[in-house]
T-cell receptor, first 121, second 112 residues
């Protein structure tokens, strides 16, 4: 299993350009998340999905859009990039909840991808 | 005020020391508490997971949750240079909640 993969690993954009970040997981997880990580700010949730075809806003959704057309993929789009979107972006996936005993640990574990470093000039 | 507060460090300790990392939170609805470890230029990985109040031990690591004080801790015994990383606390509400709130992370360096 590859786990959670992210494409691309690095990208430099100019202000106003658009791009899509791809997250793929091969663990058949229901939930997927997009976070951004900035110095002194920790991980902040951008958007998340609780299943194929569903998306919801997180803490900092402005300037981003997402789609979950296939269960294994979660795409994050920047329509018009701004310097404030310079960050490291992490995708994560998680199994559904509702399990008992030791399985609950696995169900609550978020598996993170390696990150995408984005710079907007 | 942030929902979760975590001292950013950096924290430098000699090899073999006991390390104490802490987070405070304000939302009494949080029920699930986690500690993630993040090595430089990598994604976070789950280290410890606790439900409600109490202690949980796994090898050299102990997680404590005090819901009455809204305070969680991670203790690392016999710290090793390989423990050098950023440690993030995270928490979420009860069943049916999907969002995790993360602390800002504490950078730990264990000196050989």
């Amino acid at each position: 299993n590859a786990g959670v993969t992210q494409t691309p690993k690095f990208r430099v954009l100019k202000t106003g350009q658009s791009m899509t970040l791809l997250c793929a997981q091969d663990m058949n997880h229901e939930y997927m998340y997009w976070y951004r990580q900035d110095p002194g700010m920790g991980l902040r949730l951008i958007h998340y999905s609780v299943g194929e075809g569903t998306t919801a806003k997180g803490e900092v959704p402005d300037g981003y859009n997402v789609s979950r057309l296939k269960k294994q993929n979660f795409l994050l789009g920047l329509e018009s990039a701004a310097p404030s979107q310079t960050s490291v972006y992490f995708c994560a996936s998680r199994k559904t909840a509702g399990l008992a005993g030791g399985a609950k640990l696995l169900a609550d574990t978020q598996y993170f991808g390696p990150g995408t470093r984005l710079t907007v000039l | 005020q942030k929902e979760v507060e975590q001292d950013p460090g950096p924290l430098s300790v000699p090899e073999g020391a006991i390390v104490s990392l802490n987070c405070t939170y304000s939302n009494s609805a949080f029920q699930y508490f986690m500690w993630y470890r993040q090595y430089s230029r990598k994604g976070p990985e789950l280290l410890m997971y606790t439900y409600s109040s109490g202690n949980k031990e796994d090898g050299r690591f102990t997680a404590q949750v005090d819901k009455s004080s809204k305070y969680i801790s991670l203790f690392i015994r016999d710290s090793q240079p390989s423990d050098s990383a950023t440690y993030l606390c995270a928490m979420r509400g009860g069943s049916g909640t999907y969002k995790y709130i993360f602390g800002t992370g504490t950078r730990l360096k264990v000196l050989a």
